[in-house]
């Protein structure tokens, strides 16, 4: 399994990025895509997920409103838009991904030790 994210930059307040998690080597039908992100000296905090099976998605109340997990199913490959970046926003962002149910993908119940598939991660600052 090897998921590789692309998209990771330097923006300001205000601005927009929008992350991309390419998968390969796995099947990830009726599976838990997620986003998580990183600051500096911090734990690891989930910000999106979305559930294969129905698309159906979960946002951090940091992000909702803000952030939109989406799927590309013919390139394996899953994003983060992210609008209206403000500074609390930089991290480093990893995708992840496991079986996890439906019904916990989507509500949010879930936890970083959760998923054991990750990728190397994208570094986002934003000034």
């Known amino acids: 399994v090897q998921l590789v994210e692309s998209g990771g930059g330097s923006v300001q307040a205000g601005g927009s990025l929008k992350l991309s998690c390419e998968a390969s080597g796995y099947d990830y039908n009726n599976n838990c895509l997620a986003w998580f992100r990183q600051p500096p000296g911090k734990g690891r905090e989930g910000v999106a997920a979305?559930?294969?099976?129905?698309?159906?998605?979960y946002y951090a109340d940091s992000v909702r409103g803000r952030f939109t997990i989406s799927r590309d199913n013919a390139k394996n490959t899953v994003f983060l838009q992210m609008n209206d970046l403000k500074p609390e926003d930089t991290a480093t962002y990893y995708c992840?991904?496991?079986?996890?149910?439906?019904?916990?993908?989507?509500?949010?119940?879930?936890?970083?030790?959760?998923?054991?598939?990750w990728g190397q991660g994208t570094q986002v600052t934003v000034s």
């Open positions: 979305l559930y294969t099976g129905d698309d159906k998605t």
């Open positions: 992840a991904t496991d079986s996890v149910g439906a019904f916990d993908c989507y509500s949010g119940s879930w936890a970083a030790r959760t998923f054991h598939y």
